[in-house]
């Protein structure tokens, strides 16, 4: 399970720094279908670490240690990051039609959302993988051993 | 010993590396735009698509920046706008930033300068990964730094105890 999630999330970072410059990678196609794509991704990633948001959702107030709490903080920011992103990004999509999603606002309004989203998220990546780098280090060491 | 002092210069050379690639990408200044700028600014032209944080119309002044009295189409002399419509339209219909498409947008464009200006973008059979190495850099360096401070809030903690 540990080295499932190892291959999501080294995908899931490979794929954001892909989509960070639309211009990158084949174009404005690719990155509006991978963007939908990494939400999926983003959900995946969610839906392996679900016993520990439920775990700390339930105790969040109660006896949970400080580390953890960031933790659990620093996730919501990244999901309000996420939601965000794809939201503006939808809104502000060429190649895919979402105009029956008829989100409103003005498309330079989504367009300056889904840069600082973006911008933002990347950062807030970086920190998450920082504070989980011992986990990490520890699926790397374990790979070494296998081998 | 020496496995920490190279990690520590590796590290030092992320953290640089990122500060560059903070001011190369203006990072802070794109990931704080939402929080500067408002819906209506957006939509105006002197506003943000100017870098004009204050998102001052200056179609709404009488005068110029030279001080020279502004005219528009309808007050110029009837021989004055024929001769214009004749050369081609007015320009002065044409002159929102708007219509010219948000490829314009300036801020976007500083990004990409030299690489496929004036090119549709929307389906590229090109990979060009610069800028992504440099979004690469920074997210390490976002990442080295938040390890030394996780490892030196601990390293306090240890000694308080």
């Excluded at chain 2, 709404?60 to 020279?68: E, V, Y």
């Excluded at chain 2, 021989?79 to 948000?102: K, P, Y």
Aim: aromatic share 12%; net charge positive; hydrophobic share 45%.
């Amino acid at each position: 399970m540990n080295r499932i999630k190892l291959i999501l999330n080294i995908l899931l970072l490979i794929v954001m720094l892909l989509l960070m410059d639309p211009r990158s990678f084949y174009g404005l196609e690719f990155h509006e279908w991978a963007g939908l794509i990494i939400g999926l991704f983003f959900i995946l990633h969610k839906a392996l670490n679900w016993s520990w948001i439920k775990k700390v959702t339930v105790c969040f107030f109660k006896s949970s240690p400080g580390r953890t709490r960031l933790n659990y903080v620093l996730d919501v920011f990244l999901l309000a990051g996420m939601v965000l992103m794809i939201l503006s990004g939808i809104a502000i999509a060429r190649t895919i039609d979402f105009s029956w999603m008829n989100l409103g606002g003005s498309r330079m309004f989504w367009r300056v959302m889904h840069t600082s989203s973006s911008f933002i998220t990347l950062a807030l990546f970086g920190i998450h993988l920082g504070l989980h780098w011992k986990w990490v280090q520890q699926r790397f060491k374990f790979k070494k051993v296998a081998s | 010993m020496s496995k920490k002092i190279i990690n520590g210069i590796i590290s030092l050379a992320i953290v640089i590396a990122a500060l560059y690639g903070l001011s190369r990408l203006r990072f802070i200044e794109r990931s704080i735009w939402i929080f500067k700028t408002n819906n209506e600014q957006n939509t105006r032209r002197g506003g943000f698509e100017r870098g004009n944080r204050g998102g001052r119309d200056f179609r709404a002044l009488s005068q110029d920046f030279a001080g020279r009295e502004r005219l528009n189409f309808e007050s110029l002399p009837d021989s004055v706008r024929q001769r214009i419509i004749a050369e081609g339209g007015t320009g002065i219909q044409n002159d929102s930033l708007r219509n010219r498409g948000a490829r314009n947008f300036p801020g976007e464009r500083d990004e990409f300068r030299g690489r496929g200006q004036g090119h549709d973008f929307r389906r590229s059979n090109s990979v060009r990964l610069a800028s992504v190495g440099w979004f690469f850099i920074v997210f390490a360096g976002f990442t080295v730094v938040t390890i030394y401070m996780d490892m030196l809030i601990k390293w306090g903690k240890r000694r308080k105890k």
